[in-house]
């Protein structure tokens, strides 16, 4: 190695003042011409990172989330109506038929935005054919109802459902984990991918300024000017450009962080009690409309409740909420998708939201208590009244308050979300043009700067 520097600086001894004026001038534009090539790569990267997650994955994992609810919210109402005789609960009618639009609408939504290929396309199509089975067994316990057959209305009632549970719900998971997966690979990825930028970026920039201020020296020692006034602008240009590179892909990587870590964890949290209450609520109406099967749609029951909200022993919900609001700390032993919210609070007035959805899950699961003590005390239809009920007090308004507050604390994310996006966007837009305008201001000044010293030795 030394042998070779040594050779290697007798070399540029040997070398006349022009020759080594055109070797910095021609390794000032190589360099530049890589700083230009870095600068773009990462710009774009960044930019891939974030259209992943604010505009691939994150709008196909909701659209999954909300088709979850959807079809959770057809088995509800569908359960409903058959409690009461043919034509008494229009409510549930007028909620199956506009969940079933919105699944249909969902369902084209989620086709028009494919992005990983099979993996989309499959469970897609799943829901696509299982809906068809699952509205033809719908239809049968409808007419089977509309009779009077019992026993014929529980059998299509129970293929329904089956279809619901084992195939409708389980492809709309299915899609939200594809996409889940996606942004999870891609924002590690990209995160990876910037600081590797980045540390390019600074090294190919700092030895594009070295050059610079070595040919500066050059020029103050070899031919006694002290400054050259077009490098100086070459070399202020060069590191107020690198900083403001910097200064743009960490501000970018910062506003993706915002997106994915404070924002979407909570939305993506939020989104899932809120299917997942669907699936309470149309195992509470089955309890009542199946009796054969009452234990094991209360069980159903309280392990989708403990999924979205499972409270330390010895607590109650009101409790918690006060522990949070006091403490304004994590609750040991609280678990589930509103813990997982709670603990990632960021954004101004979600706390607040967040604690309501809790308090409006305890206000329905006391009235679901409510309904099953009736229920058990042989008063059936006092049950199913309370039940299927829209008045304050009654299950279906505070499962209506749930939704209310769940929606609100969402909202607050999505703001952030859609926030942080633009602003990561805007954070690298139109940098390919201000990169080659940059270096190219770079690469003439360096030019205009050293041929007039060059044309000195012309002569």
Same mark, same amino acid.
């Given at each position: 190695?030394?042998?070779? @520097?040594?050779?290697?600086?007798?070399?540029?001894?040997?070398?006349?003042?022009?020759?080594?004026?055109?070797?910095?001038?021609?390794?000032?534009?190589?360099?530049?011409?890589?700083?230009?090539?870095? *600068? @773009?790569?990462?710009?774009?990267?960044?930019?891939?990172?974030?259209?992943?997650?604010?505009?691939?994955?994150?709008?196909? %994992?909701?659209?999954?989330?909300?088709?979850?609810?959807?079809?959770?919210?057809?088995?509800?109402? *569908?359960?409903?109506?058959?409690?009461?005789?043919?034509?008494?609960?229009?409510?549930?009618?007028?909620?199956?038929?506009?969940?079933?639009?919105?699944?249909? !609408?969902?369902?084209?939504?989620?086709?028009?935005?494919?992005?990983?290929?099979?993996?989309?396309?499959?469970?897609?199509?799943?829901?696509?054919?299982?809906?068809?089975?699952? &509205?033809?067994?719908?239809?049968?316990?409808?007419?089977?109802?509309?009779?009077?057959?019992?026993?014929?209305?529980?059998?299509?009632?129970?293929?329904?459902?089956? *279809?619901?549970?084992?195939?409708?719900?389980?492809?709309?998971?299915?899609?939200?984990?594809?996409?889940?997966?996606?942004?999870?690979?891609?924002?590690?990825?990209?995160?990876?991918?910037?600081?590797?930028?980045?540390?390019?970026?600074?090294?190919?920039?700092?030895?594009?300024?070295?050059?610079?201020?070595?040919?500066?020296?050059?020029?103050?020692?070899?031919?006694?000017?002290?400054?050259?006034?077009?490098?100086?602008?070459?070399?202020?240009?060069?590191?107020?450009?690198?900083?403001?590179?910097?200064?743009?892909?960490?501000?970018?990587?910062?506003?993706?962080?915002?997106?994915?870590?404070?924002?979407?964890?909570?939305?993506?949290?939020?989104?899932?009690?809120?299917? %997942?209450?669907?699936?309470?609520?149309?195992?509470?109406?089955?309890?009542?409309?199946?009796?054969?099967?009452?234990?094991?749609?209360?069980?159903?029951?309280?392990?989708?409740?403990?999924?979205?909200?499972?409270?330390?022993?010895?607590?109650?919900?009101?409790?918690?909420? !006060?522990?949070?609001?006091?403490?304004?700390?994590?609750?040991?032993?609280?678990?589930?998708?509103?813990?997982?919210?709670?603990?990632? &609070?960021?954004?101004?007035?979600?706390?607040?939201?967040?604690?309501?959805?809790?308090?409006?899950?305890?206000?329905?699961?006391?009235?679901?208590?409510?309904?099953?003590?009736?229920?058990?005390?042989?008063?059936?239809?006092?049950?199913?009244?309370?039940?299927?009920?829209?008045?304050?007090?009654?299950?279906?308004?505070?499962?209506?308050?749930?939704?209310?507050?769940?929606?609100?604390?969402?909202? @607050?994310?999505?703001?952030?979300?859609?926030?942080? &996006?633009?602003?990561?966007?805007?954070?690298?837009?139109?940098?390919?043009?201000?990169?080659? &305008?940059?270096?190219?201001?770079?690469?003439?000044?360096?030019?205009?700067?050293?041929?007039?010293?060059?044309?000195?030795?012309?002569?």
């Amino acid at each position: 190695m030394s042998k070779i @520097i040594a050779v290697s600086s007798k070399a540029i001894r040997g070398l006349t003042t022009p020759q080594l004026l055109k070797g910095g001038l021609y390794l000032t534009w190589a360099t530049s011409v890589l700083l230009l090539i870095a *600068i @773009i790569s990462g710009v774009q990267a960044q930019r891939q990172a974030i259209k992943t997650v604010g505009q691939d994955s994150t709008p196909s %994992i909701v659209t999954a989330q909300r088709l979850k609810d959807g079809l959770a919210g057809m088995d509800a109402n *569908i359960a409903n109506e058959l409690l009461v005789p043919t034509g008494q609960n229009q409510e549930a009618v007028k909620g199956y038929e506009e969940r079933y639009i919105r699944v249909t !609408e969902r369902l084209v939504a989620a086709a028009e935005n494919i992005t990983f290929g099979d993996k989309e396309r499959k469970p897609i199509e799943t829901m696509q054919l299982g809906l068809g089975n699952y &509205i033809a067994k719908i239809q049968q316990a409808r007419d089977s109802h509309a009779r009077g057959d019992t026993n014929g209305m529980l059998a299509a009632y129970r293929a329904s459902a089956e *279809i619901m549970d084992k195939t409708l719900l389980p492809a709309a998971d299915e899609l939200d984990k594809v996409n889940l997966q996606a942004l999870e690979d891609t924002y590690t990825e990209k995160q990876v991918a910037t600081r590797k930028s980045l540390f390019s970026i600074f090294l190919i920039g700092m030895a594009l300024i070295v050059v610079l201020i070595g040919l500066q020296l050059f020029l103050s020692q070899r031919m006694r000017r002290t400054f050259n006034p077009l490098l100086l602008v070459a070399t202020a240009i060069a590191i107020a450009f690198l900083n403001y590179t910097a200064g743009a892909l960490l501000a970018a990587s910062q506003h993706l962080r915002v997106a994915k870590e404070d924002a979407f964890t909570s939305m993506h949290a939020l989104r899932q009690a809120r299917a %997942i209450a669907y699936i309470a609520n149309a195992v509470e109406s089955r309890y009542l409309l199946d009796p054969a099967f009452a234990t094991n749609h209360e069980q159903a029951f309280f392990k989708n409740v403990s999924t979205i909200a499972q409270l330390p022993t010895g607590q109650t919900f009101e409790s918690v909420i !006060e522990a949070y609001k006091s403490q304004g700390k994590k609750v040991d032993g609280f678990t589930g998708y509103l813990a997982d919210e709670l603990n990632n &609070i960021t954004f101004a007035g979600e706390k607040e939201a967040t604690l309501a959805n809790l308090s409006s899950l305890g206000t329905y699961v006391a009235i679901d208590k409510q309904i099953r003590q009736l229920e058990k005390s042989g008063k059936h239809q006092e049950a199913i009244a309370l039940g299927i009920g829209n008045k304050p007090g009654q299950s279906d308004w505070a499962f209506e308050q749930f939704k209310t507050t769940n929606q609100k604390s969402f909202d @607050i994310n999505q703001a952030a979300f859609d926030k942080a &996006i633009q602003q990561g966007f805007h954070d690298v837009d139109s940098f390919e043009m201000t990169t080659s &305008i940059a270096v190219s201001a770079i690469a003439l000044l360096t030019l205009f700067g050293l041929m007039p010293r060059i044309k000195e030795y012309s002569f």
